[in-house]
């Protein structure tokens, strides 16, 4: 799938893969404001992402305990995911998400 990320700065990055994460993703490709800090384990938020408005659809709700990890992030929003947390797959293809800085 090819997922497209957008960084506070307005830098449009494609990247593309068939398993793993996103965050997984962002990282090799050098998004800038995705660190995935914890390694992918839904306990950093340094990989927080809001899905744009159209794929929140196709991206599906964050999980209880994602959940709790966002509330202690900043500029949270109910389009707010852990990109860790989201699994690449061909359904995901063409989705944007915005780093949430
Ligand atoms: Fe740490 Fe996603 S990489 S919560």
Excluded: W, Y
Excluded at 20 to 32: F, I, K, R, W, Y
Excluded at 53 to 80: F, H
């Amino acid at each position: 799938a090819k997922i497209t990320f957008i960084t506070t700065d307005n830098e449009h990055i494609v990247v593309e893969g068939e398993s793993g994460s996103a965050m997984e993703l962002a990282v090799q490709n050098g998004v800038q404001g995705i660190d995935g800090d914890c390694g992918g384990v839904c306990s950093c938020a340094t990989c927080h992402v809001h899905v744009a408005e159209g794929d929140v659809a196709k991206v599906g709700p964050a999980s209880e305990i994602e959940q709790d990890m966002l509330e202690l992030d900043d500029n949270v929003t109910e389009r707010s995911r852990l990109c860790c947390q989201i699994d690449v797959s061909d359904e995901l293809d063409g989705i944007v998400l915005h780093v949430a800085g």
